[in-house]
T-cell receptor, first 109, second 120 residues
Framework: TQLLEQSPQFLSIQEGENLTVYCNSS?????LQWYRQEPGEGPVLLVT?????EVKKLKRLTFQFGDARKDSSLHITAAQPGDTGLYLC?????????FGTGTKLQVIP | EAGVVQSPRYKIIEKKQPVAFWCNPI?????LYWYLQNLGQGPELLIR????????DSQLPKDRFSAERLKGVDSTLKIQPAELGDSAVYLC??????????????????FGPGTRLTVL
């Protein structure tokens, strides 16, 4: 069974602060995705990373896939209240998908 | 273009009763997923279909859960009988299919809003 642990589990920060969310596993993944979910809705894909060491940027969000493809990070610069939500990583390996444990982010205006 | 449609949005039942959830994926999407999500946690895959075939149902509690995807389009997920611990949000997602490269296979999953089940 592939497990993806996210940290921190909860994060409450002030608007304008920076933050990093981590997604770690002992398994190797062929690709890794990050999703954001808002209350009452399904998760929405933010990015997919497929190459070890890959870095992708989406406006104020920076995603990195670990060199060994076992971990990933999501960095948000100057967080906004609109960034509030549940952030989920999802790893693909051996034709199976596993979601992480989730990080609940609250950005206070 | 319509997204993934799920119904009902909410369901309240008493334990030991049966319940069914319905999902209509995005048109043209071959892969369909059912997930269970507890509050504040990540979704847990129950079953994945490639067209009509269930290709991964290893996490589906087959003693009480069943699913079908007739004609490779709509899908239903059933629980019979429901237990208190089944209270959760049941998410359906669809994707075009598995894209396999030399080292990677991935799907962009499009999720429905989910069905929130409460078992009393």
């Amino acid at each position: 069974t592939q497990l993806l642990e996210q940290s921190p589990q909860f994060l409450s920060i002030q608007e304008g602060e920076n933050l990093t969310v981590y997604c770690n596993s002992s398994s190797v993944f062929s690709s890794l995705q990050w999703y954001r979910q808002e209350p009452g809705e399904g998760p929405v894909l933010l990015v997919t990373v497929v190459t070890g060491g890959e870095v992708k940027k989406l406006k104020r969000l920076t995603f990195q896939f670990g060199d060994a493809r076992k971990d990933s990070s999501l960095h948000i610069t100057a967080a906004q209240p609109g960034d509030t939500g549940l952030y989920l990583c999802a790893g693909w390996g051996y034709q199976k998908v596993t979601f992480g444990t989730g990080t609940k982010l609250q950005v206070i205006p | 273009e319509a997204g993934v449609v799920q119904s009902p949005r909410y369901k309240i039942i008493e334990k030991k009763q049966p319940v069914a959830f319905w999902c209509n994926p995005i048109s043209g999407h071959n892969t369909l997923y059912w997930y269970l999500q507890n509050l504040g946690q990540g979704p847990e895959l129950l079953i994945r279909y490639e067209n009509e075939e269930a290709v991964d149902d290893s996490q589906l509690p087959k003693d009480r859960f069943s699913a079908e995807r007739l004609k490779g389009v709509d899908s239903t997920l059933k629980i019979q009988p429901a237990e208190l611990g089944d209270s959760a949000v049941y998410l359906c997602a669809s994707s075009l299919g598995t894209l396999q490269g030399r080292r990677a296979s991935y799907n962009e999953q499009f999720f429905g809003p989910g069905t929130r089940l409460t078992v009393l």
